[in-house]
């Protein structure tokens, strides 16, 4: 078993060990050219602890080094009409509810900028988006009024604000998700500024044995109370959490906490 360390969501040593997985690809959406390619994908172990604290699960033993999101990497579901009307459906929710309207608007690990573009056209906004996936990537879409910075969002961006603020299906790839958390609150622009944070939700992977969506590259599977968690210990106030996507998805909306009044 895997040095099991401390929860990455609430640091606490209060763990139990869930799942061992002796060897998972580590990528699964990176496509091989060939047979070959794909039956020697390098693998590595899944060791799932689960946080009595928080709730949080995530693999005790992953390795961030192994990772490598080229331009190989293709993990895009917009190409099915199904998940177009969701996308589709919380874009309007989004600009209806916050207002979203002639801003700027960055999001984190935007793949080819899809969802930003919907973002975009429905509110007459500007995008930023960053996906380290599209440095290379075959076929980059483009659209108007849409950047794709093709790079890790980071320290090295902090000059990049935005009005709004969208990181989907990012936090479960990311080792340390507390550190990534207060990197995304940098991005806001004013006190104005609403996050939109979704993630695939590990209870409901557990609750019906969806075993295929325990990979590699998620290191981390949130529940609903660990990401609101997660949120609220890093400088957000969540304004609405709940779950998606016939409860495949959890997500948070939220904005910059203000500092609590004294006396
Ligand atoms: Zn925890």
Redesign the pocket.
């Known amino acids: 078993m895997a040095d099991l360390k401390r929860?990455?969501?609430?640091?606490?040593a209060?763990?139990i060990a869930l799942a061992s997985i002796k060897e998972v690809p580590i990528h699964c959406n990176v496509l091989s050219d060939t047979k070959e390619a794909a039956l020697g994908a390098a693998k590595a172990p899944l060791e799932l602890v689960f946080?009595?604290?928080?709730?949080?699960i995530y693999n005790a033993d992953f390795d961030p080094g192994l990772m490598a999101y080229h331009g190989h990497y293709e993990n895009a579901l917009h190409y099915s009409p199904h998940f177009q009307r969701y996308a589709d459906s919380v874009a309007d929710r989004l600009i209806t509810r916050y207002n979203v309207h002639k801003g700027t608007i960055i999001e984190i690990g935007s793949g080819g900028g899809e969802f930003l573009d919907l973002m975009c056209r429905k509110g007459q906004n500007t995008g930023i988006g960053f996906d380290p996936s599209q440095a290379d990537a075959p076929e980059t879409a483009q659209f108007d009024n849409v950047s794709i910075v093709p790079d890790f969002f980071s320290g090295k961006y902090a000059d990049t604000k935005g009005d709004f603020v969208v990181s989907r299906h990012v936090l479960e790839h990311i080792e340390y998700p507390r550190d990534f958390a207060k990197l995304i609150l940098g991005a806001a622009k004013s006190d104005l500024t609403r996050f939109y944070i979704e993630v695939p939700n590990g209870a409901y992977t557990l609750a019906t044995d969806m075993i295929w969506d325990l990979i590699y590259e998620h290191c981390s599977y949130f529940t609903q109370e660990?990401l609101i968690?997660l949120l609220e210990s890093t400088g957000y106030a969540v304004i609405e959490a709940g779950n998606s996507y016939d409860g495949q998805f959890l997500y948070a909306e939220a904005e910059v906490a203000r500092p609590k009044a004294v006396g």
């Open positions: 929860c990455v969501v609430c640091d606490s209060d763990l946080c009595k604290n928080c709730g949080h660990s968690r």
